[in-house]
């Protein structure tokens, strides 16, 4: 998948000092993220749905 001209979405909660986000990009029925410091790097591929379900996972735990 060419993800070259998508529009790629820093996490709001991000820190401006190039530390730990993420960034996520809708594309054809799924969601990208990838790792901001590593925009070259690999990219996971999710529903919305298992996204929605993974956040809500992490945060419950915190």
Not at 24 to 53: M, Q, W, Y
Request: charged share 20%; hydrophobic share 40%; with cysteine.
């Amino acid at each position: 998948m060419d993800l070259s001209n998508v529009n790629w979405r820093k996490a709001t909660r991000s820190l401006n000092n190039g530390g730990e986000c993420v960034e996520l990009a809708g594309v054809a029925g799924v969601v990208a993220v990838r790792d901001s410091k590593d925009p070259n790097g690999p990219v996971l591929l999710l529903t919305r749905a298992a996204l929605r379900t993974a956040v809500q996972s992490a945060t419950e735990t915190h």
